[in-house]
């Protein structure tokens, strides 16, 4: 499986962005697709997923109400709508897909078997 993330650039704060994530087969329907980032010199962290059982979004606390996944089956795309961007949002995004994790380690960026390449956010003050 191959992930091609896109969407991302320079935006002002209090601006929006639309990252993609798009997969080379179609897997999204059975597995939890997620959303992490990594700004220099940290580690990747989780910012937002669906699960595979469920569909069920789940956001870290940081994004909650500004950001929002979504998928289209039939696209075999994941997007991540960012709204009301800040600077300390400026990081690197990766699109990532979980064939077999359970719920309890959706944020452990361990538990995900393929990852996009990334695509880089930055939100000037």
């Known amino acids: 499986v191959q992930l091609q993330a896109s969407g991302g650039g320079l935006v002002q704060a209090g601006g929006s962005l639309r990252l993609s994530c798009a997969a080379s087969?179609?897997?999204?329907?059975?597995?939890?697709v997620a959303w992490f980032y990594q700004a220099p010199g940290k580690e990747r962290e989780f910012i937002a997923a669906?699960?595979?059982?469920?569909?069920?979004?789940y956001y870290t606390d940081s994004v909650k109400g500004r950001f929002t996944i979504s998928r289209d089956n039939a696209k075999n795309t994941v997007y991540l709508q960012m709204n009301s961007l800040k600077p300390e949002d400026s990081a690197v995004y990766y699109c990532?897909?979980?064939?077999?994790?359970?719920?309890?380690?959706?944020?452990?960026?361990?538990?995900?078997?393929?990852w996009g390449q990334g695509t880089l956010v930055t939100v000037s003050s």
């Open positions: 990532a897909v979980g064939t077999r994790l359970i719920l309890s380690s959706l944020t452990n960026f361990r538990s995900y078997d393929y």
């Open positions: 087969v179609g897997t999204f329907y059975t597995a939890t």
């Open positions: 669906m699960f595979r059982n469920t569909g069920r979004p």
